[in-house]
């Protein structure tokens, strides 16, 4: 069964880091794009980042130049460094990545989510 298993979330003090981490478990063919999207209360989902199979990046506006979005692909894991945080940063964070299950099937996975709460 394929799973996204993400880790790192937390509570920070604003201008504080953390760093997400979602890992692909289970049998998979190969990963095309992984990324972060993030949904605050009240609001709905939102793009965060995303990182392709080749390494190319973007960013949602709000957090160009204080987040990096990376990936190990030996590790099948993709990485979130928040710097910088701020409170309109506290939201549930879900991992993304579109999986070739096999040679000819290609769905998106999420995983559960994980807190980020930025607060004095």
């Known amino acids: 069964q394929v799973q996204l298993v993400e880790s790192g979330g937390g509570v920070v003090q604003p201008g504080g880091s953390l760093t997400l981490s979602c890992a692909v478990s289970g049998s998979i063919f190969r990963i095309s794009d992984m990324g972060w999207y993030r949904q605050a209360p009240g609001k709905q989902r939102a793009l965060v980042a995303v990182i392709s199979s080749g390494n190319s990046r973007d960013y949602a506006d709000s957090v160009r130049g204080r987040f990096t979005i990376s990936r190990d692909n030996a590790k099948n894991t993709v990485y979130l460094q928040m710097n910088s945080l701020q409170p309109e940063d506290t939201a549930v964070y879900y991992c993304?990545?579109?999986?070739?299950?096999?040679?000819?099937?290609?769905?998106?996975?999420w995983g559960q989510g994980t807190q980020v709460t930025v607060s004095s």
């Open positions: 993304y990545a579109n999986l070739w299950i096999t040679i000819a099937t290609r769905r998106d996975y």
